[in-house]
C-alpha cells in the first residue's frame, strides 16, 4: 500500500465549475498535509497546508482534513481554465526522517 | 515565496560525461532535497540532508552524489551520464521542524543522448 493515494484522473470539469481532489494516507500519525499545484514541465508549487482536522479556506481553495478517516481533499470554487495542473498531496511521514511523502497526482483539466 | 534557485535549466549532454547541477536557497533552510521526475510521472526522493556534512540517500536509487559543504548550497553530481539519467531534477528544502514545508525550485531538465 502506497503511503499516499490520489485519483490519477483525469478530472475534467467546466469553467466556474468546483473542483474536487481528493487523497487518502497511510500513516495515523502524519501531523502536516499539503497541496501542491504543478503546471506541465514546471516544478510543484504549495498551494494550501493543512495541520487540523476541519476546512482552511484560501481565495477559491479549501483544504479539508479528516484525520479519523485519514483523508485530505481540495476544493477549488469558480474553477478557471489556469487552474488546469496536476495537483499533488503530500503528507509528513512521522518515523525516520520525517520526508514527505507525495500522492502520484491528479490532473485537473478546466474546459471553457 | 520561496528563493530557491537551480542551474542549469536546461543540459543536454553526452554519454559519460561528469555533470554537476546546482542549487541554491537564500532562506537559511536546515534540510535539503533533490527529486527526479519523470514527464507526467511521480515525485522520487533521491537524496536529502539534515544540514551540513549531512546527506542521506532517498527511496529511489541512484547513481548520483551530493555534497552539502554551505547550508545554502547542496549540488548534485552524476560522474558518468547515461541515457537512463534523462529526467527532470527537482531541488527542494525546509526549515528542520517547521512542519516539514518544503519549496521547490525551478527544476533542471537534464537530457543525455
Known amino acids: 500500500q502506497k503511503e499516499v493515494e490520489q485519483n490519477s484522473g483525469p478530472l475534467s470539469v467546466p469553467e466556474g465549475a468546483i473542483a474536487s481532489l481528493n487523497c487518502t494516507y497511510s500513516d495515523r500519525v502524519s501531523q502536516s498535509f499539503f497541496w501542491y499545484r504543478q503546471y506541465s514541465g514546471k516544478s510543484p508549487e504549495l498551494i494550501m497546508s493543512i495541520y487540523s482536522n476541519g476546512d482552511k479556506e484560501d481565495g477559491r481553495f479549501t483544504a479539508q482534513l479528516n484525520k479519523a478517516s485519514q483523508y485530505v481533499s481540495l476544493l477549488i470554487r469558480d474553477s478557471q481554465p489556469s487552474d488546469s495542473a496536476t495537483y499533488l498531496c503530500?503528507?509528513?511521514?512521522?518515523?525516520?526522517?520525517?520526508?514527505?511523502?507525495f500522492g502520484t497526482g491528479t490532473r485537473l483539466t478546466v474546459i471553457p | 515565496e520561496a528563493d530557491i534557485y537551480q542551474t542549469p535549466r536546461y543540459l543536454v549532454i553526452g554519454t559519460g560525461k561528469k555533470i554537476t547541477l546546482e542549487c541554491s536557497q537564500t532562506?537559511?533552510?536546515?534540510?535539503m532535497y533533490w527529486y527526479q521526475q519523470d514527464p507526467g510521472m511521480e515525485l522520487h526522493l533521491i537524496h536529502y540532508s539534515y544540514g551540513v556534512n549531512s546527506t542521506e540517500k532517498g527511496d529511489l536509487s541512484s547513481e548520483s552524489t551530493v555534497s552539502r559543504i554551505r547550508t545554502e548550497h547542496f549540488p548534485l553530481t552524476l560522474e558518468s551520464a547515461r541515457p537512463s539519467h534523462t529526467s527532470q531534477y527537482l531541488c527542494?528544502?525546509?526549515?528542520?521542524?517547521?512542519?516539514?514545508?518544503?519549496?521547490f525550485g525551478p527544476g533542471t531538465r537534464l537530457t543525455v543522448l
Open positions: 503530500a503528507v509528513n511521514g512521522r518515523t525516520g526522517a520525517n520526508n514527505l511523502f
Open positions: 532562506m537559511g533552510h536546515d534540510k
Open positions: 527542494a528544502s525546509s526549515v528542520l521542524g517547521d512542519r516539514d514545508t518544503q519549496y
